[in-house]
C-alpha cells in the first residue's frame, strides 16, 4: 500500500489504517482473540503500518489484543493508543488527564502493548479540568524519555490545538470526518494546514452506514453503541439514504463499492489524510485497503462534494451526555 506522512512530523503511515477499537468495544459482542489476532495479522499482510487502539477500548483487552498481534511485525508497524479516562477497576468512569495519571497509564500501555515505546499517543479527549499546556508538557517528557515518539489529539477544537501544539508539537488530530460528518472543514482543517498537523479521521464510512448495508430496517442490539445515537434512529437512516444511494452510483461507475468511494473521497482532500476505518470481518478489511488504490476523477470528486451538500444529513452525532465531550 502507498504511504502518507501526518502533516510535517516525518511520521509515515499506510494510506488507510485500522481503527482496532470495534474488535473489542461498542459494536456489540467481543471477537474472540484468535480471531482478533487474524485480522490485525491479514491486515499488514494487505500493507497496513497504522494500527489504532486506546485504553478505553474494552476497557484495556484492545491494547492486549493490538499488542499480541502485532508481536511479531513490532519495527514494521506503527502503534497509536489514548489516554484520557479514568477508570473504576475495569469500567471507565470520566475524564482525567492530569499529569501522574497519564504517567501512570502510559506505563500500563506500555505494558499492555508489549512495547518500548508508544508510536504515536493521543489525549483521548480534551480534560477541562486540567489545562491543555500541561497535558502536552507531560507528553513532551514522556517524548524526551523514550517513552512516546509523537503526539496527538482527539476530538479537540481549534484552540486548544494551537495551545497544545505551542508547548509539544501535535503530529496529528484524530477526529471524525466523512462524508456524513463534514463539519472539521470549517475551522479545523485550515488550522491544520497552518499547523502542519496530519488528520487520522475514525469512523470515515459513518460507523459503517455509508458502506450501503445499513438501511432504516436494519436493528442494533443493546451493546451495540448506534443503538443510543440520534443518527442511527430508523427515522434519521431513513432520512440519510439518499447519501448512501448517491455514493452506490458513483461507485458502479467505477467498478468501486459504496465504502471504497467514500474512503477515496476521504484520501482525495489531502494527503496528510489518514482514515482508520475498523471491521471485524476479513473481506471488509480487503475491501477498505483497497480504497487507497482508486482514484476519483475530478468530475467524480466534485458531483460527490456537491451532492453531498444538498443532503441534510439528519441526527446528531452523539447523545447530550457524549456531546460534552467534543470539541473542547
Not at 476497557?59 to 493508543?81: C, M
Amino acid at each position: 500500500m502507498i504511504t502518507r506522512t501526518l502533516g510535517n512530523s516525518g511520521l509515515d503511515v499506510s494510506a488507510i489504517g485500522l481503527g482496532c477499537m470495534g474488535l473489542s468495544h461498542a459494536y456489540g459482542r467481543t471477537v474472540d482473540e484468535q480471531d482478533g489476532i487474524a485480522l490485525i495479522r491479514a491486515a499488514v499482510d494487505l500493507g497496513v503500518t497504522f494500527f489504532d487502539t486506546a485504553q478505553v477500548y474494552g476497557p484495556f483487552i484492545n491494547e492486549e489484543l493490538v499488542g499480541k498481534a502485532l508481536a511479531p511485525v513490532r519495527d514494521q508497524v506503527v502503534i497509536a493508543t489514548k489516554f484520557g479516562f479514568s477508570f473504576d477497576g475495569s469500567r471507565s468512569s470520566g475524564l482525567d488527564s492530569r499529569p501522574e495519571h497519564i504517567r501512570s497509564t502510559v506505563e500500563d500501555s506500555l505494558g499492555r502493548l508489549n512495547v518500548e515505546r508508544i508510536d504515536l499517543l493521543y489525549q483521548h479527549r480534551v480534560d477541562p479540568d486540567v489545562p491543555i499546556e500541561e497535558v502536552a508538557g507531560t507528553v513532551k517528557e514522556l517524548i524526551e524519555t523514550g517513552k512516546v515518539a509523537y503526539f496527538g489529539l482527539s476530538e479537540a477544537g481549534v484552540e486548544v490545538i494551537r495551545r497544545a501544539h505551542a508547548v509539544q508539537p501535535v503530529t496529528a488530530l484524530q477526529s471524525e470526518y466523512s462524508l456524513w460528518w463534514r463539519e472539521p472543514e470549517a475551522e479545523i482543517v485550515p488550522v491544520l494546514l497552518e499547523l502542519g498537523i496530519g488528520l487520522v479521521p475514525f469512523s470515515p464510512l459513518g460507523k459503517g452506514f455509508l458502506t450501503g448495508t445499513i438501511d432504516s430496517t436494519t436493528s442494533f442490539g443493546d451493546s451495540d453503541l448506534r443503538s443510543t445515537l440520534p443518527r442511527f434512529t430508523e427515522q434519521a437512516r431513513a432520512a440519510n439514504q439518499a447519501l448512501v444511494d448517491l455514493l452506490a452510483v458513483i461507485a458502479e461507475r467505477n467498478g468501486a463499492t459504496p465504502a471504497q468511494v467514500a474512503l477515496a473521497w476521504l484520501l482525495a482532500q489531502h494527503p496528510w489524510i489518514v482514515p482508520i476505518p475498523g471491521t471485524t470481518k476479513l473481506h471488509r478489511l480487503q475491501e477498505n485497503t483497497n480504497a487507497a488504490d482508486i482514484e476519483l476523477t475530478p468530475a467524480d470528486l466534485d458531483e460527490i462534494t456537491a451532492a453531498a451538500d444538498q443532503v441534510d444529513i439528519q441526527g446528531d452525532r452523539y447523545p447530550a451526555h457524549m456531546q460534552r465531550w467534543i470539541n473542547r
